[in-house]
């Protein structure tokens, strides 16, 4: 493996396959995100993107779903009567029943029919349960179209624990070399996630304060106004843990504390990740009963709408939530065992259906080591970095400063600002319009590789283990609200407190 290679070439053809082609992600995500890309003038001239569902839909057929689709989730700005028709011109559908072998050589056809076939780049996203990623891969395989030119791309969640997460790496692996594998965390494609690797790296003048010498404790959230809608199915199965810590929350925790890499390259980067997760303090069941909260939402009011509990959304899909222990809210502490963090608290919290929409970390310094104004007026609050990854993407520092005016020193707190929409005046591209393009071009940097993705289930499943074993059911919360008051008492015990956005 090229540790030193940074650039990345578009290749000259492209079949993008989409595997779960009328699926809610290809449609609300992925073919916009594509479409973004051609508008750029970004895909290949000769690629195309090819549709493989079970829905009974012609070429046709998918395209005028595509295009309803682009109607819906692209603003109409952007909508460019010439691009759209050249987008939809790229779009092939296949009808194909995975247990039909007839269907696969259907496939190989469509693959084989196109001119230049031997040097086209063939990429397969598996916008599909985890469970069928192995299968796809070996009748891919089966039929020869995986070629070392060939990617594969993965949605998480990569498994249900760690063994799962592995049986499905190694079938996966029987196919395609790990370089040949991007598992796809959307977290990782947002503009203010890359930027901070580049806040951290690029500027002097944080680093040195980076470590537990100066930082008191870290925050990361990443709270929704959302319930579960029509994905309880899967939400059920899956709960808070599994659905956003074991990825999000834990890589953008990997980009706060990892060390710097000597650059950026395609294994770097994801090395000093890999020493982040195993260096998490492991929890044992007194720790998981200490350190953690669970919750649950019941009905409430979001933005002044009533909206009903988890247990009815559940039932609102024909779903029995009746004897669910999911958990849709996670608060915990946590600590980074290495010589830059000894000792420093790390919170994390995500939830379904809070009170706002907003991820965020905030990095709490500790206070001056002596205090020059005793006798002033005021107030001091210790220096914060917040870093607001949406919506509203930006940056504040928080600061004391003198209240301008004679009669004395008067203390007040007062940020700098930066609004990424104010300082670049640009739209912010979709996480998914880099991360598809990475795929096409082939840089792996910002995917989790094969370890990554098993020390994040390592550390995480001695929690699910005690939890699944415990009495204790989540904690109750009303809709609309900031957690289970259990999650406050989680800071308050060691003199913290959660900082929200506006304050
Ligand atoms: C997905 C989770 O990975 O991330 C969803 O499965 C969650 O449950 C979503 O809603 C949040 O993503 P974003 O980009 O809207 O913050």
Redesign the pocket.
Known sequence: MDQNATSHTVPASCDFTVFGGTGDLALRKLLPALYHRDLEGQLPDDTRILGISRSDLDDDGWRAEVRNALTAFVAADDLDAVTVDRFLGRLRHLMLDAQRPDDWHRFHALLKERPRAEETVRVFYLAVAPSLFGDISRRLDEIGVVDERARVVLE?PIGHDLASAQAVNDAVGRVFAESQIFRID??LG?ESVQNLLVTRFANAFLEPLWNSRWVDHVQIT?A?S?G?GE?GGY?DQ?GAMR??VQ??LLQLLCLVAMEPPSHVGRETVRDEKLKVLQALKPMTPVDVDRDTVRGRYTAGLVDGEAVSSYVDDLAATDLQGSGSRTETFVAMRTEVQNWRWAGVPFYLRTG?RMDR?A?EIVVVFKAPPHHMFPHSEGTTEPNRLHIQV?PDEGMRLHLTAKEPGPGGIRLRPVSLDLSYATAFEQRLPD?YERLLMDVIKGNPTLFMRRDEVEAAWTWVEPILTRWATSPDQPLRYPAGTSGPIAATTLLEREGRSWQESDQ
């Open positions: 998480k959307h977290y947002k990443v929704e959302l579960v994905r939400y899956a659905d956003m990825n999000h379904k929409r991820s949406q996480a």
